[in-house]
């Protein structure tokens, strides 16, 4: 079965630098959801989109930005890169309505260097 | 959305049966209780959800009392690989407006 894709797996940037994250979500999905993973931390939310309008925000800097295209897949911009930055981003999907569980992609891992 | 309690940590050995209780004492009557189970360095994975009484699918059990004040994952014979950790989430989970909020973990470490 198709799974939730997110590219690039693997991301090394600089300071100051900037990272563009993609998300693919799972066919027939129209929510999407963004969430960041510091090492030892629990996954927080960040940002989330359903039918390609952004529907919630939680801690998500304002040098981040995200949408949701027409093929509902969505992207995570990161401006102004900090070394804190350096996390685990995962997406998940989930149709409308769905009390099965949301579905995670296998996450980038971004490294500011 | 309701916070949750649970243990920080749990350690078990291979072939045990391991519980872990989660405690959300202002649960809302439209909520569900969901657990997700995450490896190192990969995205949270859906293990099973409930309502209420119990709910059994092939990999855990979840056990949820009458007034739904707390609710207790039970893996059976648990083995090497399911050391992970461990989420409880509470909540109404459909889809479009409702985001998961992940509450700190239990770290589950299976022994040989």
């Known amino acids: 079965a198709a799974g939730v894709i997110q590219s690039p797996r693997h991301l090394i940037k600089e300071k100051r630098e900037t990272a563009t994250l993609k998300c693919y979500p799972i066919?027939?999905?129209?929510?999407v959801y963004w969430y960041q993973q510091g090492p030892g931390q629990d996954p927080q939310f960040l940002i989330s989109f359903y039918e390609k309008m952004q529907s919630d925000k939680g801690s998500i800097p304002d040098r981040f930005s995200a949408q949701q295209f027409s093929d509902y897949h969505s992207e995570l911009n990161m401006s102004s890169l900090e070394l804190g930055d350096s996390a685990l981003y995962f997406c998940a999907s989930s149709p409308r309505a769905s009390r099965y569980g949301y579905t995670f992609g296998s996450g980038t891992r971004l490294t500011v260097v | 959305l309701a916070k949750t309690t649970q243990p920080i940590s749990m350690d078990s050995y291979e072939g045990q049966e391991v519980n872990i209780t989660c405690s959300h004492n202002n649960i809302a009557t439209n909520d569900y209780i969901t657990w997700y189970q995450q490896f190192p360095s990969q995205g949270p994975r859906f293990i099973i959800q409930?309502?209420?009484t119990k709910v059994t699918n092939e990999v855990a059990s979840l056990f949820i009392p009458a007034d739904r004040k707390s609710s207790t994952l039970s893996l059976p014979r648990v083995s090497l690989s399911d050391t992970a950790v461990y989420y409880c989430l509470v909540g109404v989970f459909s889809g479009g407006y409702n985001k998961l909020i992940f509450g700190a973990g239990t770290r589950l470490a299976v022994h040989p």
């Open positions: 409930g309502y209420k």
């Open positions: 066919p027939r999905h129209d929510t």
